[in-house]
């Protein structure tokens, strides 16, 4: 006992997987055969070889019969040398798997995500299944115990993680023990044989009705003692004892055989069934690949401001004096003030004077017109330089520095895009279409046309312009730059961006990207594939109560392994008629959806200052800070209550994992079409506190009138209990309620827009 004291291994200790000896099946039926040594196939041939020589083989003396087996023999594990061939149990259709696993799909570090398989074995014998986390040289690292959620169509789910998530940023002194989790890992289901159950349902009947007891008891005997043996089962003395504990009753003559029985009953041994299994006939799937990748990759809350806006003033002659990188210091506290953890910037660049626009994009800029930051370059300098006006490069860098004590990272717009006056015009006129007369083709989207930008064409010298890209991109990173978020992607080759983003990761892995393409789902996909950890998306027009349901379950289902959507209300260039006539409850009720519906969210500021003015004819801002700079009043913010609505909300979703995943919302059933609601839950066992956590999140989509609504609540498939109320706390006001089934709800846009509801 001293000996298994010493090597015994807890049960929630993740080890590595012990080796397996492995057989074919040949081999293995060699082993288990209960009469003879042969195959049905091989004991034909030999019957037939030996009707043709009879008489010659009569003196030919016997081969001696191979051993037969007392008892059952369990399922031998069968080697598999092809992707294609079965093993002993059959393992098909695993999902996440996409595009033939051609790319991995991609989670945050402890983010919980869904594997699901179709696990099955011949006849009525019983299946298990078993997710395996492997690490990136093949180690197992941790087993989940999968569930039959569909025993007709043998399907299999478990929600799983990988890692532990962690709030460290790239500079934090302790990051390395975050970056030696990051990679490719993998992810193989494990089907086996369920010997036990097996046995056990079948023991169970034959007691009831007294049929072949004895041996139905020995053999349940026999199999606690093999189970106690099994080295892959990761069991603790403590465990082995109960098992053998529970052998001897079983084998105890003296008892009834309804005792004997009730021994192998106990909840300790369903509990070791559960999470340490005897796996006989173990058959691993093929490994699912999986990109491991940092915090922010998924679980984020941004923040956008013009540092030209941010403490700029109306001098003493009314003109507007700018903001700079000095005075932006003063965003980036508002922002962490929020709650929010990256901040974005527009192309910090100097802006091109030909052809400048003015005033809500007008073709002629007027003299103190600053132009669009999208119009990149001028005799100053290019995507490598700091817009004089805003500062040198210096003061960007102390601009990072700040943000990093504050807690804050930077993204960084990238616009591959330039002015007539770029620096690349004169020294690279091959990477620009040049038309039939001559001269460069401007950006245009027929009738539209952007006569302060040459759009880069890519044909001529695609790898001289990555290389540049590369260069220019390693300066920013150096700079302070943890994230680009990327203009208009989808405008540029899938593979450009492919071959840049490796290069940049590379050399810096801590990057990330966010794609900024309002295009095609196609593409919206490509180039989550190359590397784009983020994405803009639809969901400011998705408004209505079926288009919410449809998009938040594509943006959560297994679309959201590989395209991360994340929810931005409004930005410069996008603001929706539900935002221009729902004032300050519409401002709100996006806020919600925005941030709970989505684990990563951000916010366009001015938003806390309804700033819900439209261009006419057009779905964005007037007086559009992309061609001019704001100047705000910051002290109204707290008469509309936006600005603490924001700060709950990253409080709120800080505060609980259920917000961390792509891969656990459930939409509800409400009985309202202006009520919206959904829940997000993650098992106990993939929080990291040991207690389950659920939020149900119910929003009144209506910013004018009251509304009621039953909200229904599949208690059991929520991983809630059955047997009693439900008793939640509201986040955002911290009233308390008692749930179950069916719920009444009632919101008033002038009271309360939702309800944020978690179960305690």
């Known amino acids: 006992m001293a000996e298994e004291d010493k090597s015994a291994e807890p049960r929630t200790t993740a080890t590595k997987q012990p080796a397996v ?31 043709a020589s009879t008489a010659r083989k009569r003196t030919t003396k016997a081969k001696a019969a191979a051993p037969q087996t007392v008892g059952e023999a369990p399922a031998p594990v069968i080697e598999r040398t092809s992707p ?44 298990g299944a078993t997710v395996s986390v492997r690490n990136a040289r093949g180690r197992e690292v941790e087993r989940f115990a999968m569930t039959c959620t569909n025993p007709g169509l043998d399907r299999w789910e478990a929600m799983v993680k990988i890692g532990e998530h962690s709030d460290l940023k790239p500079w934090d002194a302790d990051y390395a023990a975050v970056k030696r989790q990051l990679g490719e890992w993998q992810i193989v289901v494990e089907g086996w044989e369920d010997t036990y159950q097996s046995w056990l349902h079948d023991a169970a009947i034959k007691v009831e009705v007294n049929d072949d007891v004895e041996n139905a008891l020995e053999s349940g005997a026999q199999l606690l003692a093999r189970w106690a043996d099994a080295k892959d089962s990761k069991l603790s003395a403590a465990d082995k004892k109960v098992l053998r504990d529970a052998a001897k009753t079983m084998e105890n003559k003296s008892l009834s055989a309804e005792e004997r029985l009730a021994a192998v009953q106990s909840s300790d041994i369903e509990q070791l069934h559960e999470t340490n299994p005897l796996r006989d006939g173990l058959s691993e799937s093929n490994p699912q690949r999986f990109r491991v990748e940092r915090p922010k990759s998924s679980f984020a809350s941004w923040y956008q401001f013009f540092p030209r806006s941010e403490g700029a003033y109306y001098g003493e002659d009314g003109k507007i004096v700018p903001g700079n990188l000095k005075t932006s210091i003063a965003g980036l506290e508002r922002a962490a003030a929020e709650g929010f953890n990256i901040v974005y910037l527009p192309p910090i660049f100097p802006i091109g004077v030909t052809n400048r626009k003015g005033r809500n994009n007008s073709l002629v800029a007027g003299p103190n017109d600053p132009g669009s930051p999208f119009g990149i370059g001028s005799e100053l300098g290019g995507h490598d330089t700091v817009d004089p006006q805003l500062g040198t490069m210096d003061d960007f860098k102390a601009f990072c520095e700040r943000a990093h004590e504050l807690g804050l990272e930077i993204a960084l717009d990238f616009a591959l895009q330039c002015s007539p006056d770029h620096p690349w015009v004169k020294a690279h006129p091959n990477w620009f279409r040049t038309k039939p007369d001559g001269t460069i083709a401007f950006a245009e989207n027929p009738p539209k046309k952007y006569q302060d930008i040459y759009p880069i064409d890519f044909n001529a010298d695609m790898e ?20 680009f978020r990327v203009d208009n992607p989808h405008t540029k080759p899938v593979r450009f961006w492919q071959d840049v983003i490796a290069a940049v990761t590379k050399k810096h892995p801590e990057v990330l990207f966010l794609a900024e393409a309002f295009t095609r789902p196609g593409m919206m996909r490509a180039l989550s594939y190359v590397g784009f950890t983020q994405s803009h998306c639809y969901f400011p027009w998705r408004n209505t109560k079926e288009e919410l349901e449809e998009y938040l379950e594509e943006t959560n289902g297994n679309g959201g392994f590989y395209q991360h959507n994340t929810f931005w209300p409004t930005t410069p260039d996008i603001l929706t008629a539900y935002v221009r006539d729902n004032g300050i409850a519409g401002h709100a009720v996006r806020a919600v959806l925005a941030a709970m519906g989505s684990p990563s969210w951000g916010i366009y500021n001015g938003y806390e200052l309804i700033e819900n003015k439209q261009r006419p004819g057009f779905e964005e801002q007037i007086d559009n800070e992309k061609y001019e700079v704001k100047v705000r009043d910051w002290s109204k913010a707290k008469q509309y209550g936006v600005a603490e609505m924001l700060t709950a909300l990253n409080k709120i979703r800080r505060a609980h994992p259920a917000a961390l995943s792509y891969h656990n919302l459930t939409v509800l059933p409400t009985s309202d079409p202006n009520i919206l609601a959904f829940a997000r839950h993650t098992p106990a066992e993939l929080t990291g506190t040991g207690q389950a956590d659920t939020l149900i999140v119910v929003v009144n989509l209506d910013g004018h009138n009251a509304h009621q609504s039953m909200i229904h609540l599949e208690l059991s498939e929520l991983g809630l209990p059955t047997d009693r109320p439900l008793n939640v706390r509201d986040e955002l006001t911290g009233r308390e309620f008692q749930w179950g089934w069916d719920n009444y709800v009632s919101l008033a846009p002038w009271a309360d827009v939702a309800h944020i509801l978690s179960v305690q």
């Open 464 to 483: 001289g312009i990555e290389k540049e890209v590369e260069r220019i991109m390693d300066l920013w990173v150096k700079a302070g730059v943890t994230i």
């Open 21 to 51: 000896k492995k057989t074919t099946a040949k081999s293995a039926a060699a082993k288990t055969a209960s009469a003879t040594s042969q195959t049905p196939s091989k004991r034909t041939a030999a019957a037939k070889k030996s009707t």
């Open 84 to 127: 294609e061939q079965f093993g002993r149990v059959n393992v098909l259709d695993i999902t996440p798997n996409v595009e033939n696993g051609l790319f991995p799909a991609r989670v945050e570090l402890g983010e919980a995500f869904n594997v699901t398989a179709q696990v099955f074995i011949e006849g009525r014998t019983k299946a």
